[in-house]
C-alpha cells in the first residue's frame, strides 16, 4: 500500500463540479491500494500518516540560529547545512493529530502505476471492490488516531469517481509512505 502525503492549509475534492469534501489545515493522503495489501497494511499505512511529524512546533519552542550557533560554540557538532535540517527537524515534531488538523483522503490506484514506453500500466493495483474495502478501513484508523472527535476530522473523496483535487500545499511538503 502507498500514500503520497501533502501537508496543507486547506483543500477540497470535487465530483461533476460539485465540491463533496472540505478541509482546512492539515493533510491531503492520496492511497493505492496494491495487489496482496491486507488489513495489516492499512492499519501500518494508517499509524505512519497519523503520527507523521511534518507540522511545525509553536513560535515559543522553536530554535533560533543564535540559540544553534550558541550550541556550536559549546563543541556540539552542526551539520554542512549550516544547522538548517536541524532546524527543521526541531520545528518539524507534531503530527496533524497534535495540531488537531484535518485530513482528505483520495483513493488513487494510479500511485501503482508502472510505465513502459511512456504508457502506464496499472496491473499492481488491487481489484476495485477490494480497494475500496481496504480503504475505507485505512480511513477509520485515521478517524481513530483523533479519539473522540473522529468523525469530521478524515474527510473522504468519491472511490472510482473522476475527482478534481484543489489544494493549497503549505511549504511545499510532499512524503511518499508506504505500508511495508
Not at 465530483?15 to 501500518?44: H, K, M, N, P, W
Not at 563543541?75 to 527537524?89: H, K, W, Y
Amino acid at each position: 500500500m502507498r500514500a503520497v502525503i501533502q501537508r496543507v492549509r486547506s483543500a477540497s475534492v470535487a465530483v461533476e463540479g460539485t465540491i463533496v469534501s472540505a478541509i482546512s489545515r492539515g493533510l491531503v493522503v492520496l492511497v493505492g491500494v496494491e495487489i496482496g495489501d491486507t488489513t495489516a497494511d492499512c492499519d501500518t499505512l494508517a499509524s505512519k500518516i497519523a503520527n507523521l511529524k511534518i507540522f511545525p512546533s509553536p513560535p515559543s519552542a522553536i530554535v533560533t540560529p543564535s540559540e544553534s550557533e550558541s550550541s556550536a560554540s559549546s563543541g556540539a557538532s552542526t551539520p554542512s547545512d549550516g544547522g538548517e535540517s536541524t532546524r527543521l527537524e526541531k520545528q518539524w515534531n507534531r503530527s496533524v493529530v497534535a495540531i488537531d488538523g484535518e485530513i482528505l483522503c483520495i483513493s488513487q490506484f494510479t500511485l501503482l502505476a508502472s510505465v513502459k514506453k511512456n504508457k502506464p500500466s496499472f496491473h499492481h493495483a488491487e481489484r476495485p471492490a477490494v480497494a475500496n474495502e481496504l480503504y475505507e478501513r485505512v480511513m477509520d484508523k485515521l478517524r481513530s488516531a483523533f479519539g473522540e472527535n473522529k468523525d469530521d476530522k478524515v474527510k473522504p473523496g468519491v472511490f472510482g469517481a473522476y475527482m478534481q483535487v484543489s489544494l493549497v500545499n503549505d511549504g511545499p511538503v510532499t512524503i511518499e509512505l508506504t505500508s511495508r
